[in-house]
């Protein structure tokens, strides 16, 4: 870092030093007019639907006597012929959950589900 003097106020001068960097749409807004549906299917959705998870979870309240919830992960092989067939009835299949389970009696809960590649295996 280097700084420099201007009209009396210290700057600190950076350099970018990774190749990508990728911020909250908290931080900085959407940018663009994406439509919902292909939005769901980027992978800027999904970081936005985690970081919205890990703030809802943060900010449960850990000393209440009974807090429901599950966890859920396991991988799931389609091939890329089939691949718009499993999205379809993934999407059916939680469709059908909301249609059952979304009336206004009741303890609410927050569903989220998240599909994508898999990457490398990590130790």
């Not at 919205?52 to 979870?57: C, I, K």
């Amino acid at each position: 870092m280097s700084e420099r003097k201007v009209r009396g106020i210290s700057e600190g001068i950076y350099q970018a030093a990774a190749r990508s960097y990728w911020l909250s749409p908290r931080l900085v807004g959407r940018i663009g007019g994406l439509r919902r549906a292909r939005d769901e299917l980027s992978l800027g959705h999904l970081l936005d639907l985690m970081e919205e998870v890990q703030a809802d979870v943060a900010a449960l309240d850990r000393a209440a006597p009974e807090l429901p919830s599950i966890g859920v992960s396991g991988e799931i092989r389609v091939p890329a012929e089939r691949r718009q067939e499993f999205l379809a009835d993934l999407r059916t299949t939680l469709e059908d959950l909301f249609t059952r389970y979304g009336g206004a009696e009741g303890d609410a809960f927050n569903l989220a589900v998240a599909c994508y590649p898999k990457g490398e295996d990590r130790d």
